[in-house]
């Protein structure tokens, strides 16, 4: 995870946590109050209620008196009631009904001592009905008052109804009377909107909004038994339990329970909960948003500085060291550029005392490299004139002869130094790429090469070896350095050197000329190998360590390679692939190969 | 002293005229066999306003009935107050009481019915009857006419008797020189008589040809459905032959008129007092009478017991003109012999108590348990219900599971409410009071236990000659006439209107012929219909009125405020 990533989620971290504890603890404590609100509100609603109940229930019971008062002062009713001969009986049948209509009454009976009904208002032809145990449970009932399923011609209707009594002669009648109980009584006693009342009987309900009923949420909050404070996701239900009488059932005395319930809509409540939840959402998503771009720019705004720092820093080289890591800041993204300024400063001074150095061994080894190939060259002609002087001195006669002898050695050192001096005279040797006979130049070197009387040079050539395009001087340069030094692993321990040559290809199929110098010598460790090529290392005591690292520079200039294999005390064996003349024709000599055939000698 | 001699006999002539009058309303008007020789007119005990002791009538009327009283002008008008819409549209048949007054003062048919259910001549001067006691000849009184003063013909005669639609096809078969021509009997007629043919003779006799000999002829003449109308006037009332016609200024289209002012003036040099009639809908009828009204027909308790306590009014009962009745399908089910449905006690109690008006329990004989067969009529084929419409009407006792079931009642009719009420009230009795149960079983099948409850449901006219078709409730209260002139034809229509009925004509196994459909409808009528009360209304009259004394009342007990004078009767 990238450090900007980092930042990233930190910021949002810590913006949205806070946020999402915000949110949750305000919706919690505004629902908590809200709920409350609600609820303090309903109980104050069902108090209304009961209060509104309890004048209504006054309210008949002071038009029963009075309509009691009445009857007993009508001589007209006596008469009719007390069955007298010749009596108004339609006076009589007729008297609830008007009397009911006058009291404002929606149900109103009047009933002997019996329990006879001998005038009804609500149904006025229901005379003589023997219901005795209405009036008697009804005076028994709390508060005197009762849900009542009375009767209609047209169907049963509910009614709130208490009843009264009076004498007449001694004889005790009672009046029962009260109001219908309907969807519209239910919505005066709601006086709103938001509040519905339903009255459920044991097997009637009525609603002031009948939708009510035909909702499974307000079902599921009415289902709670009396007396519970319940609710549902929409509805908050407060009940009040009413006695209930159905004069249609038998036995009519048998007194069940009605529920009034009050049902206020949750719908305001979840409305704001969801608005609140909705802005919450917004404010989160707000706030994320911008914390997404504030960290993105926060994190831009870090993280760049280190990014142009990792930049420059990523520039830095020895060859260039001009990078500028100046900055203003005061922040440790400043402080750290400029100690990166100042070590770079350093490594500035560093490198030019390195080059100088460099250069200083650079120019050593050119000193002993020149050294090295001016021996080389004089070697050969310091043997001949031992070599004449030694003939001269023994054998004067047969000085001009040896002298022809050796005068093409003497000429060969003499045209090698010359074009080692050439060479050196141009500092920077340009590779002369001319077709170059291997064999020839393995030969020859072999031939020059200094060994222990114990070791044994070894010469394996293949025939039609093609020539390479080259230097030959860079050829032999290469085999004389290569030659030395397995001569010198051998540490005048009996041992042999073989320089070999084979036509091979490259991965790329071209054909290359491979001179393999192979000793059996003390070999090199891993550490050594690793370090073979390496400018002045060396592990002889009066080497220059800078053979191997010639070797692979001028293998490197002839767009050649070279491979090693070697162990501790098994040897090593060089390879030296060079490209044929195939790759590049060359001038002036034959394409055939130099020798017909492998040529191997032992010096 | 003269004064209070006068007013001593004036007194005591009313009262015997009263007296009388009662006499004759409470008798029920039974259609009897043919008539004695037909009287000119309504006896004087039909004439229900016949007093001037108390004020009733005036010393002209009086002098205008006694014999060879001179011509007076009478220009008084008298102001009638009506319960009950009128729509002219259904002229000459009535179907309220209001219209059963009215067209009774501008139609007539050929001979009328007095209150005594004797015949008396109408639009016809004299009528004879032959051996075969099938061919009935009748004369038109002559100089008759119609409003318009176009001759009243027998061409008029049977093209009013023929369907709505097919008026004036007797006329048209006439041949041009007016000879006697002989055809088929006008639908009408013969869906009231059983007639075969008629012939009209000239152009005031006719002679009416029946399939056989009734002794329904020629009383079943006197049907309103029989009346001589003619149409093609300015207005919309059909044109009559009554002494009365409407006057131009009234109301003519059925809207209107079923509340508004209707006004019947008599030609002049009639001295008729102009009618005006208050129909339908009028405010209290207590506010009009103290307003000058003059005479109210009405049932109404509140109205009868005001007047009762104002002197200047006074309260004549008429006949016992309507039978309520409690139709219950289920019973269509029972045996043929089963209990009666009601015992004159219950119908008493129900008659006493249930109801606000004037009521007293019904009491046969009931027209449509004529015993006698009646005569095939060919029209009687074409109400005959389709196997299809029998088994239209699903009853309720083929409904398992209902449990309110209904008693219904044409709205408006606070009688027939009163009934329903009762009959439910006796239901919500059943399992408390087993004479209740038993009695409300007895009426109505399968109610009355605890397991059915029962409603009451006004439904407005339509609905319940709809549900009434169907045959779907448990029981109907509507009234009937209490007194018919052709029963075979009222037992036929009403049999027409209840075709679920002839599913019990199937039960007890009469076949399809149609002699003895009119048998089968009258006793499926006979099992289904449970007589309950008879009522009747009352005249309020204003003590004082002029121009009326001559009013009486026909045999279905509506007052005719006039009689036009007659012919010397026939021989019937």
């Known amino acids: 995870m990238s450090f900007r990533s980092r930042i990233l989620l930190a910021f949002l971290v810590v913006v949205l946590v806070p946020m999402a504890v915000l949110a949750i603890g305000v919706r919690r404590e505004m629902d908590r109050r809200l709920t409350a609100q609600y609820e303090q509100r309903m109980t104050g609603l069902v108090s209304v209620i009961t209060e509104e109940l309890a004048q209504e229930n006054s309210s008949i019971a002071g038009r029963l008196s009075s309509l009691a008062a009445a009857l007993t002062n009508d001589n007209r009713f006596r008469l009719a009631a007390l069955r007298t001969p010749n009596a108004d009986r339609a006076y009589l049948l007729d008297y609830a009904g008007h009397a009911m209509r006058l009291a404002g009454l929606s149900m109103l009976q009047i009933q002997d001592s019996a329990g006879r009904i001998v005038s009804s208002g609500h149904f006025r032809n229901e005379y003589d009905r023997l219901e005795p145990t209405l009036p008697a449970v009804l005076a028994t009932a709390p508060r005197g008052m009762a849900i009542v399923k009375a009767r209609a011609p047209t169907g049963p209707f509910l009614a709130i109804a208490r009843t009264d009594s009076f004498r007449l002669a001694g004889e005790r009648f009672t009046v029962t009377g009260g109001i219908r109980v309907g969807s519209r009584f239910l919505a005066q006693l709601a006086r709103g909107h938001e509040l519905a009342v339903t009255l459920l009987a044991p097997r009637d309900t009525l609603s002031s909004d009948p939708r009510l009923l035909g909702d499974s949420s307000w079902r599921v909050a009415a289902s709670s038994g009396p007396g519970a404070h319940a609710a549902s996701a929409d509805f908050m239900v407060d009940d009040l339990t009413i006695p209930y009488i159905d004069t249609g059932r038998e036995p009519s005395s048998a007194v069940e329970s009605a529920r009034l319930l009050v049902s206020y809509p949750l719908g305001p409540l979840t409305a704001l909960r969801r608005s609140v939840d909705l802005w919450f959402l917004t404010a989160v998503g707000l706030t994320l948003v911008i914390a997404l771009l504030l960290g993105m720019w926060l994190s831009a705004r870090v993280s760049r500085p280190l990014a142009e720092l990792a930049s420059k820093t990523a520039r830095i080289d020895l060859d260039a060291m001009d990078v500028d890591f100046a900055s203003n800041r005061s922040d440790e993204i400043g402080a750290l550029s400029r100690l990166l300024g100042a070590m770079t400063r350093r490594l500035r001074a560093s490198a030019s005392k390195l080059r100088e150095a460099e250069r200083r061994a650079t120019v050593g080894e050119v000193a002993r490299q020149v050294n090295h190939d001016i021996k080389n060259g004089l070697t050969p002609i310091r043997n001949v004139f031992r070599h004449l002087a030694q003939v001269a001195r023994e054998q004067p006669s047969e000085l001009p002869a040896i002298f022809q002898e050796r005068q093409g050695t003497l000429e060969s050192s003499i045209a090698y130094l010359d074009s080692l001096a050439r060479n050196y005279a141009r500092l920077a040797p340009r590779l002369d790429r001319e077709p170059c006979d291997v064999n020839a130049v393995v030969q020859q070197v072999i031939r020059n090469a200094q060994a222990a009387p114990s070791a044994e040079l070894r010469v394996r050539l293949a025939e039609g070896v093609s020539a390479v395009l080259g230097d030959e001087v860079v050829v032999r340069r290469i085999l004389e350095n290569l030659v030395g030094n397995a001569v010198d692993s051998l540490e005048l321990q009996p041992g042999s050197v073989t320089v070999s040559t084979e036509m091979t290809q490259d991965a790329s199929h071209r054909p290359m000329v491979r001179i393999t110098v192979a000793d059996t010598g003390r070999g090199m460790s891993e550490q050594q190998l690793s370090r073979a090529f390496d400018d002045f290392y060396t592990t002889k005591d009066n080497g220059t360590g800078l053979g191997l690292s010639v070797v692979r520079r001028l293998v490197l200039d002839l767009s050649g390679s070279l491979k090693v294999d070697t162990a501790p005390r098994a040897g090593t064996r060089f390879m030296v692939d060079l490209p044929a003349r195939a790759a590049a024709p060359l001038h002036g000599l034959p394409t055939a190969p130099v020798g017909a055939k492998a040529r191997e000698k032992a010096r | ?572």
């Open chain 2, 1 to 572: 002293m003269r004064q209070i001699s006068m007013r001593i006999e004036r007194t005591c002539a009313s009262w015997l005229l009263v007296v009388l009058a009662a006499a004759c309303v409470r008798r029920p008007a039974t259609v009897v066999a043919p008539p004695a020789p037909a009287p000119s007119g309504p006896p004087v005990a039909c004439r229900v306003l016949a007093s001037d002791s108390g004020g009733l009538m005036s010393t002209r009327a009086a002098a205008e009935r006694a014999p060879g009283a001179g011509e007076q002008q009478f220009t008084d008008t008298v102001s009638i107050a009506l319960a009950g819409a009128v729509d002219p549209s259904h002229a000459p048949v009535p179907r309220t009481a209001g219209e059963r007054m009215i067209f009774a003062q501008l139609y007539e048919p050929l001979i009328r019915v007095d209150c005594m259910g004797r015949p008396y001549p109408g639009l016809a001067a004299s009528w004879s009857v032959d051996t075969s006691a099938r061919r009935w000849s009748f004369t038109l009184r002559s100089g008759a006419t119609f409003w318009d003063g176009t001759p009243v013909t027998t061409r008029d005669v049977a093209a009013s008797w023929g369907d709505s639609g097919q008026t004036g096809v007797a006329g048209q078969a006439i041949t041009a020189d007016g000879t006697r021509y002989a055809g088929p009997a006008p639908p009408r007629l013969a869906a009231e008589l059983a007639a075969d043919s008629i012939i009209l003779v000239n152009d005031r006799t006719l002679t009416i040809v029946l399939r056989q000999a009734s002794a329904g002829v020629p009383l079943a003449l006197a049907s309103p459905g029989l009346a001589v109308t003619a149409s093609g006037s300015a207005t919309r009332w059909p044109e009559g032959t009554g002494m009365y016609r409407v006057d131009g200024n009234s109301p003519v289209l059925g809207a209107a008129a079923a509340h508004g002012v209707i006004t019947l003036h008599a030609p002049p040099g009639n001295h008729a007092p102009v009618l005006r009639f208050r129909v339908g809908a009028v405010s209290d009828v207590r506010d009009l009478l103290d307003r000058g009204l003059d005479i109210a027909m009405t049932a109404d308790p509140l109205v009868l017991d005001y007047a009762a306590t104002r002197p200047s009014l006074h309260s004549i009962p008429l006949p016992w003109s309507r039978t309520y009745v409690l139709l219950a399908p289920a019973r269509l089910e029972q045996t043929r012999d089963s209990a009666p449905a009601a015992d004159s006690a219950f119908r008493d109690a129900l008659a006493r108590d249930a109801v606000r008006v004037e009521a007293r329990g019904a009491e046969p004989p009931y027209w449509w348990r004529n015993p006698n067969t009646c005569p095939s009529a060919d029209s009687a084929q074409g109400a005959l219900p389709s196997s299809g419409e029998s088994r239209a009407g699903a009853r309720p006792s083929e409904q398992p599971g209902v449990l309110a079931r209904r008693i219904v009642y044409r709205r408006g009719d606070q009688v027939a409410a009163d009934l329903a009420d009762r009959l439910v009230a006796l239901g919500a009795m059943g399992g408390r009071d087993a004479t209740s149960a038993a009695r409300l079983a007895a009426i109505i099948p399968g109610v009355g236990g605890n397991g059915t409850r029962l409603v009451a449901a006004a439904l407005p006219a339509a609905a319940f000659d709809t549900v009434l078709h169907a045959g779907t409730e448990a029981a109907y209260v509507f009234d009937l006439p209490a007194h018919v002139l052709a029963p075979c034809a009222h037992v036929r229509a009403l049999a027409a209107r209840l075709p679920w009925m002839m599913r019990g004509a199937e039960h007890v196994g009469v076949d399809s012929a149609a002699a003895a459909w009119s048998d089968a409808a009258r006793q499926g009528l006979e099992r289904t219909l449970v007589p309950l009360i008879a009522t009747r209304a009352r005249l309020v009259v204003r003590r004082g009125i002029t121009g009326i004394a001559g009013t009486t009342v026909d045999w279905d007990g509506t007052p005719r405020f006039a009689v036009m004078p007659h012919a010397p009767g026939g021989q019937p």
